[in-house]
């Protein structure tokens, strides 16, 4: 069976690299092919990384806070770009201050991404539902 790519990294300008690598070795480990994009990455750096690799999810963490504000028109992106139909994935302290997660997750859920996931969630959940929703 084929290896689905995925297109991991962290949005905007953030440079939490640790997390990053675990998920890369996480996903890499349950058979998935990374495209690792690394920290402070664009939303053209996602976008066209995943044009090149012919991905099938862009899989975005940022932990700094500030992720609402990155991660505003990354659907309509793909969608100029002609991937608007693009597994996303969000995850990590996507907001600042405590706000109630359920709230945080319709903001991001509205803004085009199809999974949301708070702070401290384990790889085996993404990679759960990426089989999912992957038909793996």
């Known amino acids: 069976m084929e290896q689905k790519t995925l297109i991991l990294g962290v949005i905007g300008s953030d440079v939490h690299a640790v997390g990053n690598r675990i998920l890369d070795y996480a996903f ?15 939303q053209e750096e996602f976008i066209h990384a ?26 309509e992106k793909c969608q100029e770009m002609g991937i608007g139909d693009i597994l996303m994935y969000v995850g990590g302290n996507l907001v600042v201050g405590k706000q109630d ?9 509205a803004m085009g991404f199809d999974r ?4 401290g969630t384990m790889p085996e959940t993404p990679i759960e539902d990426l089989r999912k929703d992957l038909g793996i």
Do not use: W
């Open 28 to 42: 890499t480990q349950a058979d998935f092919k990374v495209i690792n994009i690394g920290v402070l990455a664009t």
């Open 101 to 109: 997660f359920e709230s945080v997750k319709d903001r991001f859920l």
């Open 50 to 75: 995943a044009i090149e690799t012919n991905a099938a999810v862009l899989l975005v963490s940022s932990l700094y806070g500030h992720g609402e504000m990155d991660c505003r028109g990354l659907r």
């Open 116 to 119: 949301v996931y708070p702070p």
